[in-house]
């Protein structure tokens, strides 16, 4: 399959089969995701115990992203999301069926594992099948769509376990998971020669990380930076609600409406990326959240907290999908998602530095001390992305008619 030109090309011509696996496999996470600890504490865990079943998901995905890619190069992507659909599938089994604990927990495990290969080969696909005029929007749309998945998740897992208990829930997400592996099977495959896929087969991981060593270093970090602020909004609004003495509904409350304006914002942000190029939207969404952090102490109500949550999702959901862009833009045509498992590395380890060190600061000094240094990493970020994130490439500009003169202000891609 080769890359149809930006005229030729529309996102809703590929929707099913772009998006369509993605929003199951973000239902099915969605769906199981409340009740892990629970099924674990059933179980006879403790409550240690449950909190590390229930962190198996992010240690799965750390531990499979740089498998994950070099998977995706060696079989390819089509081929990684149905081996990522059935694994997950496996690990779901061993959820509902009723084993020991430690045999839940494996199953856990591979849920998170086989949510990375998914992701990255997705990405990878995405990166290879859009046009590059419309990468963004494209890479914004697949993270807005897993974020619908996870939205609508918990809702139709509470219905089901209404009626049929705890266990139903990853049924729910069984389902969901044997979906997004048929429209992944029905995938076509990318058309690669076989040049390019003699290159890729020699593609290492540590040949990668010695070419683009600098790269990872420095954008790396801000996408560091970037993640931990991310994933540190998803702990402090309910932190803060009860540190001013809100009830659990209204700090569930306030959590969803922020997480609402998250979602509806994604298809937004990836048209501006690609008009105005990754520093619009990287650099206000990272400065917004980290000036949401340091409002977020002056809160001491309802209203107020409401406030600062919505601007935190306007600010996070204008960057959706930045990650993978910057990913895709930076990464290599040979080897691609080799390169793209080593780049989610810095994301999740991002993800998982974040809430330690609210959690740090917070013990050290106080809460609101912990979300002011929050807030400076947000302003760090900022900071790292306009310093780091590469200029738009203008490609060179075709020849003109004899007789015709170009115009030297032909906009580049961006």
Sequence with gaps: MTRPDADEFRLRDIAVAAYGPSVLFGLAEGAMLPVITLSALERGASVSTAAFIAALIGIGSILTNIPSGVLATRIGERRSMVVAAAVSAIGLLLCILPFGLWVYGLG?????????????????????????????????????????????????????????????????????????????????????????????ASVTTRGMLRRYWRLFLTLGTAIVLLSAIRQTRQVVIPLWAHHIGLSSSAASMIYGIAGAIDAATFYPAGKVMDRYGRRAVAVPCTALMGLSFLLMPLTHGFTTLMLVALLMGTANGIGSGIVMTLGADVSPSVGRPTFLGLWREFADAGTGIGPVVLSTVTAAWTLGGGVIVSGAIGFAAAAALWRWIPAPRRPEPEPAPSGVRADPRRPGDT
Excluded: C
């Design 108 to 200: 856990v495990f591979l849920i998170g594992s086989a949510s990375s290969v998914f992701s990255l080969a997705r990405q990878s696909y995405l990166t290879e099948r859009v046009p590059v005029a419309m990468r963004a929007r494209a890479l914004s749309t697949l993270g807005g769509s897993m974020r619908v998945g996870v939205f609508a998740g918990p809702f139709i897992g509470a219905a089901v376990m209404h009626y049929y208990g705890i266990a139903s829930a990853y049924v729910v997400a069984l389902v969901a998971v044997i979906g997004a592996g048929a429209i992944a099977y029905g995938v076509p495959d990318l058309d690669n020669s076989a040049h390019d896929r003699a290159a890729a």
